[in-house]
């Protein structure tokens, strides 16, 4: 079920609405019951006051209640009183019970007694005048007044929750212009939002889409350098394959054509490695996060086995390849991707750095793994690493490679949560580049 903000707001308002106006309800009822509780009491003792006066007078109380009958005949329903002399019932109102109501005590006596609210006052010459009143009377005097007080206020109910709903939708109008706002864009428009109302809840969220249409135009932008550019080395290649496939069938001269075979081959190496990176790089995804969460390589055997396959590039190059790691390293990447690490670092190294020795090193630094491939080179500044990084980005005009190697190895430590550097040589230490990847605990294969 799709969560609905209007409807929520407007639920919570209505069961506010409604839950004040009982907890007002309440709290209303109980004053206006105490407070003419108190009123009644005090007019039950005045009026039997006002009655003892008038048989102390000599005048019979029947004339009063008589006159009080013919007045006030529907009050009279819950009222009843009681005339004793020395034990004996002398007057009583139609209803009364013939025994007292409450206890004839020598002072004023008030008593709360099955519904009735009594007051006993003792007169002279051992008499006693007890009235009581209904408590039906009291409670229907109070829903009455607590009625008139908020019948007011639950006919008013609907047409404040109309109001509330009236606000709501337009205070949630920007919402809707908003997303009318992004759905009718094209996909070919990536500018950010701009314009309509200034909404202070709302800024997060433009800023987080306009952030977010940033990025995807960053990408695509990315992406179709990337398109023009491998476009174009491939039909580089093509033309290079091309001239070497026609100069071989031209050629009379075995030795010129076996020359022209020769570069033909190596062209189709070449064209086979592009490819191959190329195919990596469209693996990696920065949004879609690593292929394999847990996974861990050990330093040792991977660069053991790569320096193994590359010895025949070293040896093209006049680069020997020593690896000067004796223990095992855990890093939490798949073996397969440090592979492709460590391999694109070492012909690098192999291709663009001043004959020698490349050495191969790694040591734990707290969390991390550094692993350091040094050569005979000069090292890379800060400013041409960020050059280099850049797809098809070659450190020679001359070279060989296609420029992807390093673009390879920055997607992939960003994906598995490392980095590289480059150091220059100085007197001390020689060129190198360092890597830094989060140091694994668990072993290869478990």
Known sequence: ?????????????????????????????????????????????????LLAGFWQDGHPPETSLSAL???????LRYFIYQLWQSGKLVSASEGSPESPLVALNERPHYEEIKGWHAYSLPLSNNRWLILAESDYARHSMVKNVAGSLLAPYLISVPFVMLLVWLAIRLGLSPLSDLARSVSRRSTDNLTPLTGGKQVRELEPVKEAINALLQRLDAGIEREKRFTAD?????????????LHAENARSLSDPQLRDESLQGLQEAVGRAERMLEQLLVLARLDPAQGPPEQGACADILRVARD??????????????QLVLCLEESLLVAMPEEALQLVLRNLIDNACRYASPGVIQVN??????????????????LSEEQWQRYRERFSRGHSDSDGAGLGL??????????????????????????????????TQKPGL
């Open 362 to 379: 790694a040591e734990r630094q707290g969390r991390q793994v550094s692993i350091e491939i040094s050569d005979s080179g000069e090292g």
């Open 69 to 75: 009958d013919s007045q006030e005949s529907r009050y």
């Open 407 to 440: 673009s390879i190895v920055n997607g992939l430590l960003s994906l598995y949560g490392g980095s590289l550097t480059y150091r220059k040589r100085c007197a001390q230490t020689p060129a190198a580049a360092i890597v830094l990847l989060p140091a694994a």
């Open 306 to 319: 790569t320096l193994a396959s590359l010895v025949p590039l070293g040896d093209r190059f006049n680069q």
């Open 230 to 242: 491998a476009a174009h080395e491939l039909r580089t290649l093509l033309m290079v394959l091309r």
């Open 1 to 49: 079920m799709t969560f609905s903000i209007r409807r929520f707001l407007v639920a919570s308002i209505l069961m506010v609405i409604l839950g004040g106006g009982l907890l007002l309800g309440i709290l209303t009822y109980r004053t206006i019951y105490h407070e003419l509780d108190e009123q009644y009491d005090a007019e039950l003792v005045q009026s039997a006051h």
